[in-house]
Every structure is written in C-alpha cells, then in structure tokens.
C-alpha cells in the first residue's frame, strides 16, 4: 500500500495562520435585509390594504357596470333582431340609418358574446384580491388585457 503524501508548502508561497478567521455571515446579511423589508412594508401597510380595499370596490363596481350592460345590449340585440328584418324592406329608412342600427346590433352581440369570458375575469380577479393571492392576480393580468381589448374594440371611434 502506497503511502499517503502530505502537502508542504512551496518556497515562498503564503501559508495562512491557523485559528479564527474573521468573515461576515450570509445569514446576517439577509436577517438585515429581510428585516428591512420588513420595515418597509409596516411603514406602507395601510397604503398597500387603500389599495387592495379600492381594488376590491373597482372589481365590484366593473362587475356591476358589466352585468348593467349585459342586460341592456340583451334587450337592444332582443328588439334590433326583430326591427332590422323589417326595416331592411322599407325605402323610407335613409341609409346612413340603417347602417347605424346594424352597427348597434353588431355592437350588442360583441358585449353578449364576451359575457362569459368577462364574466369569468372579474370574479376571478375578485377571488384573488379577497384572498390575497398575488399568483392569482398575475395570471389574470392576460385576461384583464384581453378584456380591456375586447371593451375598447367595442367603443365606437370618434370622429
């Protein structure tokens, strides 16, 4: 069996001296950090729970607004889809008119079409708010776009 070498120093190489050595911990770092995070946090508490309270109340009043809209594009597409047959044959309705009404029907099946999907969100994104999910609310911020896409695509241009 060979025998074992033992390692010496070369000549003029820096050989550390044996005994304690002085270094700062990682644990005490991040305690530190982690505390001032901490602090940081207390100090805006109530911001942060305005915040979340007011986003509770804004997805509350949005659902509103939504189910408002529902009911009343329901109602327009209801009476459009029995009007527009009708006044489709009539010559006394001025064109410009009429494409107005197909418009406004178009319009109120877009809003009746989203309704599931919106519907879907803003409960959703209420749940996450009332629970304090942060994971939650970031997989509705795709959703939330969308929505916000489908509505303004729906608002008529000015002009």
């Known amino acids: 069996m060979p025998t074992p070498l ?9 050989v ?4 304690p050595t002085s270094y700062v911990k990682f644990s005490d770092k991040l305690t530190g950090s982690i505390n001032d995070i901490v ?4 100090q805006h508490k109530e911001m942060i729970d305005s915040i ?17 809209t529902v009911k009343y594009a329901r109602t327009a597409n209801g009476i459009l889809d029995v009007l527009l047959p009708i006044l489709k044959n009539l010559p006394l309705i001025p064109k410009n008119v009429m494409q107005m009404l197909v418009n406004l029907e178009s319009l109120t099946q877009k809003i009746i079409d989203n309704e599931t999907s919106t519907t879907k969100t803003i409960t959703d ?4 708010l009332q629970t304090g999910d942060a994971n939650k609310l970031k997989a509705h911020a795709g959703q939330l776009q969308a929505v916000t896409r489908s ?9």
């Open 6 to 14: 033992k390692a010496t120093p070369r000549a003029g190489a820096i």
């Open 39 to 42: 602090k940081i946090i207390e």
């Open 125 to 128: 994104v209420r749940s996450g």
């Open 151 to 159: 509505i303004s695509a729906i608002i008529p241009k000015q002009g």
């Open 16 to 19: 550390p001296k044996a005994g």
């Open 52 to 68: 979340q309270e007011i986003a509770l109340e804004l997805t509350s009043s949005i659902g509103s607004l939504h189910t408002l």
